[in-house]
C-alpha cells in the first residue's frame, strides 16, 4: 500500500465504469455521507463472496444510516455483474479491469499471478473520501465483521453530524428559533444550495 495511504489522508477519487457500465466517480457516489469501500480480488474469490454477503445482510442498516457502500474490483463488466447478483447487492459495483486503482495504490497480491488481483482491503471514509479506517483483508479475518463498521461509522457520523445529540444544550433553543443548519437534512440541504448559487 501506498505510504500516504493511512487514516486522516484523503483517497484518492477514483472514476470507474458501474456495473451499468456509467463511469461514476466515488465522490459523486459519497455525496458527503460516510462510506464503506471495499476493494474486491473478485468474483473467483469465496472470502470475497462471503464478506459481500455479510454486507448485503447490512445493507439495510446502512441505508437508513445515510451511509454509502461501494466495491472496486478488478473483475471485467460481466464477472461484477455476477458477483454483484449473486450476492444480492443494491449498492454500486466500479469494474477496474485494467487494474489502475491496484498499480496507483501499489496493491498487487503478487501470490497470486493467476489472477493479478487486489489486496482486498476495506476503508471507512468520512465525508470528503478522508480515511477513517483500513482493513488488510489478505486473511479474513482481517476484514470488517458487522460490529467494526457499526463501531468506525458510529465514530465517523458523530464526527460530522452536530445533531448527533439533540438533548446538548442549546441544540432545542436553535431549534425553537428556526435556527437548523445544525439538524440534518436541513444542513446539508443549506450547503446543497449554497454550491448551487
Given amino acids: 500500500m501506498r505510504p500516504d495511504i493511512t487514516p486522516g489522508a484523503k483517497f484518492p477519487d477514483y472514476?470507474?465504469?458501474?456495473?451499468?457500465?456509467t463511469p461514476r466517480s466515488l465522490s459523486s457516489i459519497q455525496s458527503g455521507n460516510p462510506m464503506i469501500l471495499v476493494l474486491s480480488r473478485g468474483n473467483f474469490c469465496p472470502k470475497d463472496r462471503q464478506q459481500h454477503r455479510m454486507l448485503v445482510g447490512l445493507e439495510p442498516e446502512i441505508?437508513?444510516?445515510?451511509?454509502?457502500?461501494?466495491?472496486?474490483s478488478t473483475d471485467d463488466q460481466l464477472e461484477l455483474n455476477e458477483m454483484r447478483t449473486g450476492a444480492g447487492a443494491h449498492w454500486p459495483f466500479?469494474?477496474?479491469?485494467?487494474?489502475?486503482?491496484?498499480k496507483d495504490l501499489d496493491v498487487?497480491?503478487?501470490?497470486?499471478?493467476?489472477?493479478?488481483?487486489?489486496?482486498p482491503y476495506t476503508f471507512v471514509l468520512g465525508p470528503d473520501l478522508v480515511i477513517h479506517s483500513m482493513y488488510n483483508g489478505y486473511w479474513y479475518w482481517g476484514r470488517p465483521g458487522p460490529e467494526d463498521l457499526r463501531r468506525?461509522?458510529?465514530?465517523?457520523?458523530?464526527?460530522i453530524r452536530p445533531d448527533w445529540d439533540i438533548g446538548k444544550p442549546g441544540m432545542r433553543e436553535a431549534w425553537d428559533r428556526g435556527d437548523k443548519g445544525s439538524f440534518f437534512p436541513y444542513?446539508?440541504?443549506?450547503?446543497?444550495?449554497?454550491?448551487s448559487a
Avoid at 441505508?63 to 472496486?72: E, F, G, L, R, S
Wanted: without cysteine.
Fill in 108 to 119: 498487487q497480491e503478487y501470490t497470486d499471478p493467476r489472477h493479478n488481483p487486489m489486496v
Fill in 15 to 21: 472514476t470507474l465504469p458501474d456495473e451499468t457500465g
Fill in 94 to 102: 466500479l469494474s477496474d479491469p485494467e487494474r489502475t486503482v491496484q
Fill in 152 to 159: 468506525d461509522l458510529r465514530e465517523v457520523t458523530k464526527k
Fill in 63 to 72: 441505508d437508513v444510516a445515510y451511509t454509502k457502500i461501494v466495491t472496486i
Fill in 187 to 195: 444542513g446539508k440541504l443549506k450547503d446543497f444550495f449554497k454550491k
